[in-house]
Structures are given as structure tokens and as C-alpha cells.
């Protein structure tokens, strides 16, 4: 089967770190997503790794464990435009087509 | 400016009748998706098409129906509407079916009363 975890609800400070992470089991991994996704608008792509490793941009991070079916998304500096939904989703392969399995979604609310 | 688009954006309708949601890409993608969410299931892909005359169920088809005539065009069609179907769907494209990195329409958000 599959499954996708991450935390329901996060809260944090402007101008922190917070780190949201993501746990998966599923077969024919092909690499994993991150989106946001604002309250009433359309999920926005923000990272996509497939290798092991911390991808940077700006001041969001993604990285990702392959062995351990673990990932993480790194926000920085935090600001009050962050608060929104975070969906990490799984790029799965399965004979001739590749889906995306999206988690639940950690809602992240930053606080003054 | 290339985009996707979503009509209508809100809509309410009664159970048991047929509705058909719109969707439209002016990228030229190959791959089409339609999604819908709910409080506590996240994006659940319902119907999905990687070119023209192609159609594949997703996790959660049944009650609802895609064709696949042009590139630009992906509209789903819910044929007897459920209270259930009260969600808000989203249609998404992507130019590489490896990578998928999928770009989002607005949303439709569909109420069956």
C-alpha cells in the first residue's frame, strides 16, 4: 500500500525556522513534491527532489531521505505570507504511469 | 501569459443531476488531472489523461466521468450528483509525465444539495 504522513497543524514565529516533515511508505518512488497551497487558492509548486540530499532555494529548503521514506521542508526567516497549507506529495511510479499522492497537508499558522 | 482555468468557481446543484466541470490549459500539456479536496483527505485524483483520446480512473472515479477531445480541454462530469461529491475540485496540468511537476487551476467548489 501507500501512506503519506505529516503534521496536522504547526504554528510558529515571524522571523523563525520551522521545519515540517513528511514520512511515506509506498512502492515505485519516483521522487517527492512540495506545495503550498493558501487558504481558498490553488496549491503552488515549491520543490521537487529526487535524490538524496538538501535542496535550497531562497528561503525554503527540501530535503529528502530515500532510505528512511523521509523528508522535510526547511522555511527560513519566517514571514506572515508563509501561514498556509504545506502538502507533501509523492511522485509514484506504476507500470507506464507516474501519480502524484498527496498527504493531508500540515497546515502552518505564523504568528507576530 | 499560458494559464489554466476553471469554470464555473462556485457552483450548487441538486442530487441527481448531471453537472459537468470545465477545464482549460493554454500550455499545450499533454497531462491533465482533476482532484478534488476535502477537510482531512487532502487531494484525492479522481480522473487523470496523458493525451488526447486518453483517460485513466484515479483513487476515487466513480460517480464522475472525463473525455479527452482536444489537448486544452479536460472537463469532468459528474453524472447523477451525491450530497458525497460536495468538495472543492481542482484540475491541474503538467508538461513531463517523469517528473510531474503539476500546475494548478483555481477551483471549483461544488455544493449538492
Known amino acids: 500500500g501507500q501512506n503519506i504522513d505529516q503534521p496536522t497543524e504547526m504554528t510558529a514565529t515571524e522571523g523563525a525556522i520551522v521545519q515540517i516533515n513528511c514520512t511515506y511508505q509506498?512502492?515505485?518512488?519516483?521522487?517527492l513534491f512540495w506545495y503550498q497551497q493558501h487558504a481558498g487558492e490553488a496549491p503552488t509548486f515549491l520543490s521537487y527532489?529526487?535524490?538524496?540530499g538538501l535542496e535550497e532555494k531562497g528561503r525554503f529548503s527540501s530535503f529528502l531521505s530515500r532510505s528512511k521514506g523521509y523528508s522535510y521542508l526547511l522555511l527560513k526567516e519566517l514571514q506572515m505570507k508563509d501561514s498556509a497549507s504545506y502538502l507533501c506529495?509523492?511522485?509514484?511510479?506504476?507500470?507506464?504511469?507516474?501519480?502524484?499522492?498527496f498527504g493531508t497537508g500540515t497546515l502552518l499558522a505564523v504568528q507576530p | 501569459d499560458a494559464e489554466i482555468t476553471q469554470s464555473p468557481r462556485h457552483k450548487i446543484t441538486e442530487t441527481g443531476r448531471q453537472v459537468t466541470l470545465a477545464c482549460h490549459q493554454t500550455?499545450?500539456?499533454?497531462?491533465m488531472f482533476w482532484y478534488r479536496q476535502d477537510l482531512g483527505h487532502g487531494l484525492r485524483l479522481i480522473h487523470y489523461?496523458?493525451?488526447?483520446?486518453?483517460?485513466n480512473k484515479g483513487e476515487v472515479s466513480d460517480g464522475y466521468s472525463v473525455s479527452r477531445s482536444n489537448t486544452e480541454d479536460l472537463p469532468l462530469t459528474l453524472e447523477s450528483a451525491a450530497s458525497s461529491q460536495t468538495s472543492v475540485y481542482f484540475c491541474?496540468?503538467?508538461?513531463?509525465?517523469?517528473?510531474?511537476?503539476?500546475?494548478f487551476g483555481p477551483g471549483t467548489r461544488l455544493t449538492v444539495t
Open positions: 491541474a496540468s503538467s508538461e513531463s509525465t517523469l517528473t510531474l511537476e503539476q500546475y
Open positions: 509506498t512502492s515505485g518512488f519516483n521522487g
Open positions: 527532489n529526487v535524490l538524496d
Open positions: 506529495a509523492v511522485n509514484r511510479y506504476g507500470g507506464a504511469t507516474n501519480k502524484l499522492i
Open positions: 500550455w499545450n500539456h499533454n497531462n
Open positions: 489523461s496523458y493525451g488526447v483520446q486518453d483517460t
